[in-house]
């Protein structure tokens, strides 16, 4: 794991706290220390790094910083030292604090993972701007004896591994989610044959999988068997990870929703009047934003397994106006459980609102 601190040069306590972060992780965690700007942004563009952590606040170089850094896919902590309590904001308020609040004081806290704060004070104060709820207290040892550096930089680095375990399909590269695809495909199917030789050929156990991620997205979004049995099929063992006990973060207002087939139950005359009534309920969840890649290996199984009057379907759809809608269901399917057009009751759409519904799936966990 890559940490970039970027803190004022000006305020030696805060460079105090942040060497001691780094003396105290060790080899844990790669710790770079900067307090340039400059050079900030040279290291972003230079290499990767998994974690901006900013110290402070009200720093006009840190709006660029963080934009880079965002636009780079490093995740965003910050330490704000105080800067946010009241009697700060007052000095120089309408000339200087309520202009830099505005321009991107604000929108920096908004976009961090996780805020820290250093005592109940800064929290209270932090719980009155609700600027971003996922404040987590870790006390400074350069400013109080009730915490060893040993301790803070241990609960610094619980916190970034934190981070890194929330929402994990964002860090997997768009290689490995080609895999994930082909590992899916072989769970729902649980014959390797249905797969193209292509997909099997680059999904070797020798290549580089990661495991932790690939495990808890998994986890995450309630498809584990599903991982777990395709993996069997083809010959790649995952090692042993607990990603239950595993801490993470949850979006704001996030809600388990159930299966597709629990919430409509079993008693149907036919299997088109289930489907019928799944994409009733599909409908639903798309326009709550709720709508996930567990919902699609349903009905993917639900399309393999049973065959229904595709006739009698389409035109039922149709006048329930759900046409559309179970056309783009189908063309997520493709993407995302490799379902083929011999299965589908209707043909797959491609459209601009397609496109909408694959960024709901993919970033339903985004913070």
């Not at 619980?158 to 399909?169: A, G, I």
């Not at 395709?230 to 063992?237: A, F, N, P, R, Y």
């Not at 995302?336 to 970033?363: A, Y």
Request: a neutral charge.
């Amino acid at each position: 794991m890559r940490i970039l601190h970027f803190y004022p040069a000006d305020n030696p306590m805060i460079g105090q706290h942040v060497a001691m972060l780094q003396e105290g992780m060790g080899l844990e965690a790669e710790n770079h220390l900067v307090s340039n700007a400059e050079d900030a942004r040279t290291l972003l563009q230079g290499s990767h790094y998994d974690i901006l952590h900013l110290h402070g606040c009200w720093c006009n170089a840190s709006r660029r910083i963080v934009n880079i850094a965002l636009h780079n896919g490093c995740r965003l902590i910050v330490t704000p030292h105080g800067q946010l309590e009241p009697w700060i904001q007052e000095k120089d308020y309408w000339k200087e604090k309520l202009p830099k609040r505005v321009i991107f004081q604000q929108a920096i806290i908004r976009q961090a993972y996780a805020i820290i704060i250093q005592g109940s004070m800064e929290q209270k104060c932090m719980e009155r701007l609700a600027w971003n709820k996922r404040l987590v207290t870790i006390r400074n040892c350069v400013i109080t004896s009730s915490i060893s550096k040993t301790e803070m930089a241990r609960l610094t680095f619980k916190l970034y591994q934190k981070v890194m375990d929330t929402n994990t399909l964002e860090l997997l590269s768009l290689e490995i989610r080609k895999h994930l695809r082909t590992i899916i495909m072989a769970g729902i199917t649980g014959d390797i044959r249905w797969l193209p030789e292509s997909a099997i050929s680059t999904l070797s156990p020798a290549h580089s999988i990661p495991w932790r991620e690939l495990m808890l997205y998994a986890h995450h979004e309630q498809i584990t068997d599903t991982i777990l049995r395709g993996l069997s099929i083809l010959h790649l063992e995952s090692p042993d990870i607990d990603v239950e006990h595993i801490d993470h973060f949850w979006p704001e207002g996030y809600q388990e929703t159930p299966l597709v087939g629990t919430t409509i139950g079993n008693q149907f005359a036919s299997e088109s009047d289930r489907l019928l009534a799944s994409f009733r309920v599909i409908r639903k969840l798309m326009s709550n934003g709720q709508f996930s890649i567990k919902h699609l290996i349903e009905l993917d199984r639900e399309l393999r397994q049973h065959h229904c009057e595709e006739d009698e379907l389409c035109d039922a759809l149709k006048e329930r106006q759900l046409w559309k809608l179970a056309r783009r269901t189908m063309q997520l399917m493709y993407d995302k459980t490799g379902l083929t057009v011999g299965f589908m009751p209707v043909d797959p759409l491609e459209d601009h609102k397609t496109r909408s519904l694959r960024k709901q799936i993919d970033n339903h966990l985004k913070l």
